[in-house]
């Protein structure tokens, strides 16, 4: 167990992290940056309770984990927010999820025809446990944000289950948002894989819990975790392959805490290194696609940055492919595209602002296509530089890849 | 309070002030001193909401502790009786840099990195550089004098302010100075109000002086056995014909602390002086090639120049991460910034090691050798009573060697609340009623920072 209490005073309060905390950026409120936020922490503990208003500021933390890298003592500032969290009974932004939304047919019929339609493909055609849920609450659409075109045929109910094929048994884990809603990604993958004569296996499967998790709804995440050992688990498969990075820096890092105390967590130390974000998997396999000179801008996602082994392999596969990578400004290069989980939901204004900044320097430099590999960060991106008007692809890096 | 509250709100807008207890623990502490928490925080944006503010507290007699970005380390912006908080962050703005005059406006609340680089895209130069630059802000370095690393051959932040903008008691502004290069008009109350601490009025606009960019800089590195070898050379350069933009010294302890930074740069074992010099591209290169003579003459180990630009950052960022990292060695640490004249320096080191040794501790040695302010810090763990008492009694045998040597117990970091117990051995009687009558006469309320520098 961590001792949470040692850990926050591991903070010798130097402020260093007001250079660079997105939230802090915009609102230059001592609350909204670590320093702040382990203040709060720290008495919510000494006093062991925390109230509505404690809750409500542990959301406006992204858990990005820009102000660790600063941090000359390493304070694992995301973990410490995540933790006290699930202490403080939060997790409330679940119950406002889509299924709430569902049940208030007042509130409804306030969002746009567009945005109706999309909530009741949702809970038609996803489980009730995916963590894409939890991004399209209610205050989502009323914040007028991007709703992606409902897919046809999500590319889980169209493949799985599947069987591996080939020299190797590759299994391709999705995750909610390639799984269900952004139906290309997947088919891009298979595509990929094709080239090397493989066809991975994508059993029946559901969220990894990361939203769960990351918002402290530990109980959620314990089952979602279970869920997927028992989906990956029994193919004994040679690699997972993760077409979303966060999923993949939680199923890396995260699992065997999510699972602590249960017999099923030395099982997820196991898998973990068998887990591969797919870029830094191709990579190693020196597989490049022809990208011919086009100007990429890359968003990589902050899990990529930071918890995923070898996540940043993204931005030479695509240089090694012939494509040109836009350089930005250190920065914004390393910023948060602001999203988060649940803070691109419960504070729409605050999130898009910050993307905003990392959006327009990429736009100003007239990329060809706009990249990532987090489909949260694609939510983001998409509903950024669809309200800026410019005419810009954004897509997933394996649909690029692809080609 | 309600009220009160109420109208700050009125005055700032609804999200410019704070007020829910969770949220105002964050500014009951600096980083180093804690206190109690404020009964309300507002962020003003403009000097006229400063002054309603002034104001309204004059009238509740509610003091006022301004706040720039929480990173000074005497507790100056530290509650310790029921105050407001008057957190400067949001009065952020650069308002004009001036290329003809050489002089620049800018609120309180700009990020003192922030400015240097944005003069510097115009090919200016803002030479005040405390190690807090990334953070800190221009108003809490004027009013704790900061110094910084280029002290050396550029002076401190006081060097730098032409004319401050200030809210005074019953909410008039002043503007002390002129934008002129001279002017003696009146008394110097830019300097009075530098370093002042809070305790005088509320900086609401800095006008800073600016020279043009030095088109090249060099840095050195020179390695040293022992410290006060270090202490001599430093000493030795000073008084020769070069004069280093900065000059700063770190002893064994400290480096070991930021192996991290500088991983097989350095030998294991040496103390290092690292120095900057700038200018033309020539004239950094004779300066270079005269302080290496002079340092191979004094029994330096090694002297070298840093090869590229990412080892030179690489050897500057560990410097200014030093003072954070010492807390990964002991939970907590005494770190004085005293000063001595600069021909005590070796004094001062072989006094501060000695000390440290009588009393049985881990002791850092690291700062501005180039001005005598050496950063002394005694480490100790606050869980463990007799080490902490210890510490205690060293820090305060270090203030009067200190002072024996004709030195200040405060180079840069100022009194605020931890010095505060101290200032009577600097200062006689005489001089700090004086002065507790200046207070009295700029603050008759006594609501600017109460209680603070003075006991
Ligand atoms: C890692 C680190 C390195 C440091 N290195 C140096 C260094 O090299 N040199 C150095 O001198 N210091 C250094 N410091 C100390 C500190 O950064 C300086 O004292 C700095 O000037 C404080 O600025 P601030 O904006 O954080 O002010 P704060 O800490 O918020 O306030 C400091 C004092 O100024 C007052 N104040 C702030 N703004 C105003 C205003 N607008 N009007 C009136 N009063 C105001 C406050 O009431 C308080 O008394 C360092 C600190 C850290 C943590
Ligand atoms: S950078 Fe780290 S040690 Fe410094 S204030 Fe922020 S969290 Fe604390
Ligand atoms: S994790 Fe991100 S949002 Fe949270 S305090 Fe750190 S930098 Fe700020």
Redesign the interface.
Known sequence: MTDWAAELRRCVRCGACREVCPVFDLTRLETDVARGRLARIEQCDQMDRFVTADRDALSRCLQCGRCVEVCQSNVRVPDIVRDAKARSGGATAIESSVAGALGDPARLRRLTKRARVFLAWLARATPDDAGLRLRFALPYFKAGRYVPRIPRRSYLARVAPRAAAGQERVALFLGCGAGHLFDGVGDAIDAILTTMQLVAAVPEQACCGLPAWGMGADREARIAAANWLEAFVPGDYDAILCACASCAAHLQRNLPEVLAGDRRADQAARIADNVHDFFAWLRKRNWRADLGGQRIAVHLPCHARHDVRDGEALIPLLIESGATVIELPDALDQACCGMGGAFGVRHAELSRAIGEKKVQAMLRERPDVIVTSCTGCLLQLRDLVERSGARVRVCHAAELLAG | MRRFVRELRAVVGPDGV?D????L????????VRGMAPVA?A?PTTTVQVQDIVRLCGRERTPIIPRG???GTVGGAVPECPALVL?L??M?RILRIDENELLADAQP?V?T?EFQAAVEKVGLFYPPDPA?A???TLGGNAATGAGGLRAVKYGVTADWIASLEVVVADGQTIRTGTRTRKGVVGYDLTRLFIGSEGTLGVITELTLRLIPKPKAKATLLALFDELSQAGAATVAVLRSNITPAAMELMDQTALAAVQDHIGDLLPPNVCVLLIEVDGDADEVAKQANGIRELLQGVNAREVRVANNAQETQRLWSARR?I???L??MR?QKFSEDVTVPISRIVDLIVGATKIAQQHKLVHASYGHAGDGNMHVNFLYDADNPDETRRADTAREELFRLTLSLGGTISGEHGVGVAKRPFIAWEQGPALLDLQRRLKRAFDPLNIFNPGKIFP
Not at chain 2, 20 to 23: F, I, L, S, T, V
Not at chain 2, 25 to 32: E, N
């Open positions: 704070l829910e207890p969770g949220a623990v964050a500014f009951a502490a600096d980083s180093k925080v962020l970005a929480g990173t957190d962050s949001r952020n609340g990020v990195g807090s990334a953070t800190s991460a003072s954070p990292a807390y990964e939970a």
